[in-house]
């Protein structure tokens, strides 16, 4: 009988955790990984097992150094330090996701991207990384130890993100085009105002907006 998502969820910390993987004994290679796959249908259930093993891992395994890399904010970083969103939002408009995707190999070749991830995130000086998105068309995730390849890194992209979670995660309930684009339109918004983001401390950038003006106002009244 195979087993639950959250029965294989509740195997990662002993898997990660032991002295073999820490160590990257008996791995058969000089880079200690472990790819941890699931169905798009588990994907919020993985995220939030992901946010309590942080919390774990913080507060029982100080002492390890531990970063959390979700590939897709990596990826917007990364073109956004190099002002090339507002440049392919308009090539996408113009000429269409072909032209786009062509485009973007270059600034994401991974002779470029790796570096800006080791140099981002000290990967280089973390005992543990749990690194999401690895895959597009199935979003999923997986862990590493230093000196970690980020070969697969590129294969993370918005369009991958989106498919996962609106078009195989919804589809069932659809009667038409006006039902994807009202979908569409929902998760658009939602991933701008709502989505927790481990970089805002696991609060929304909505949230976070207010609590930074709310600092703000109570800074005021105290001066």
């Known amino acids: 009988m195979s087993q639950t998502i959250h029965e ?4 990662i910390p002993e898997r990660i955790l032991s002295t073999e993987f ?11 990984f472990w790819i941890f796959d699931y169905a798009p249908e588990d994907e919020l259930k993985v995220r939030e097992y992901l946010h309590f093993l942080d919390g774990m891992l913080e507060k029982k395994h100080s002492q390890l150094k531990v970063v959390n890399i979700n590939l897709l904010q990596a990826v917007v970083d990364y073109l956004d330090e ?17 032209a786009l995707l062509k485009a973007l190999k270059g600034p994401l070749h ?3 991207f790796a570096p800006y991830l080791v140099s981002k995130y000290a990967t280089n000086a973390q005992d543990i990384v749990l690194m999401t998105g690895v895959e ?9 130890t230093t000196g970690d390849s ?17 078009i195989e995660y919804l589809k069932a309930d659809w009667q038409g085009l006006a039902d994807v684009q009202l979908a569409t339109l929902n998760w658009v918004d939602w991933f701008n105002k709502k989505r927790v983001h481990s970089s805002l401390g696991y609060v929304s950038p909505f949230d976070f907006e207010a609590m930074y003006y709310d600092k703000i106002n109570l800074l005021g009244q105290v001066a």
Do not use: C
Not at 8 to 11: A, F, P, Y
């Open 8 to 11: 294989r969820l509740n195997q």
């Open 22 to 32: 820490l160590t990257g004994q008996g791995l058969g290679n000089e880079i200690g």
């Open 82 to 98: 190099r002002n090339f969103i507002d440049k392919a939002i308009q090539m996408q408009k113009a000429k269409g996701d072909e």
């Open 110 to 112: 991974m002779d470029k």
């Open 136 to 144: 597009a068309a199935n979003l999923r995730a997986s862990v590493g």
């Open 150 to 166: 980020y070969d697969n890194a590129l294969a993370e992209t918005v369009n991958g993100l989106y498919k996962t979670e609106v």
